[in-house]
């Protein structure tokens, strides 16, 4: 089956760096988008970025110009480097991933288990 593999996460300081890596793994036709959400406690789950297989991305307002979506030539593998972490970046962070699994039609949403990344003042 469909397996998201998410690492990465972890503790740093107000204004340090982290990289989260998510790679798709098993009987998959196609990714056609793919992504990072994350919930922060008391809060609901928010879309971070996405990129598109043809390399279009989006990113929340809150994350422009710190945070970066990227995907390797394979297409099944995203990163998102995250710069500037501030502490309202605190969250677990959760990568999606829509597939296709034949290629006939019908999309599924997959989701890793969560990546924690805690940003201290």
């Known amino acids: 089956q469909v397996q998201l593999a998410e690492s990465g996460g972890g503790l740093v300081q107000a204004g340090g760096s982290l990289r989260l890596i998510c790679a798709a793994s098993g009987r998959i036709f196609s990714i056609p988008l793919m992504g990072w959400y994350r919930q922060a406690p008391g809060k609901q789950r928010e879309l971070v970025a996405t990129?598109?297989?043809?390399?279009?991305?989006y990113y929340a307002d809150s994350v422009k110009g710190r945070f970066t979506i990227s995907r390797d030539s394979a297409k099944k593998t995203i990163h998102l480097q995250m710069n500037s972490l501030k502490p309202e970046d605190t969250a677990v962070y959760y990568c999606n991933a829509r597939v296709s699994l034949t290629g006939i039609g019908g999309l599924s949403d997959k989701w890793g288990q969560g990546t924690q990344v805690t940003v201290s003042s």
């Open positions: 990129v598109t297989l043809d390399g279009n991305t």
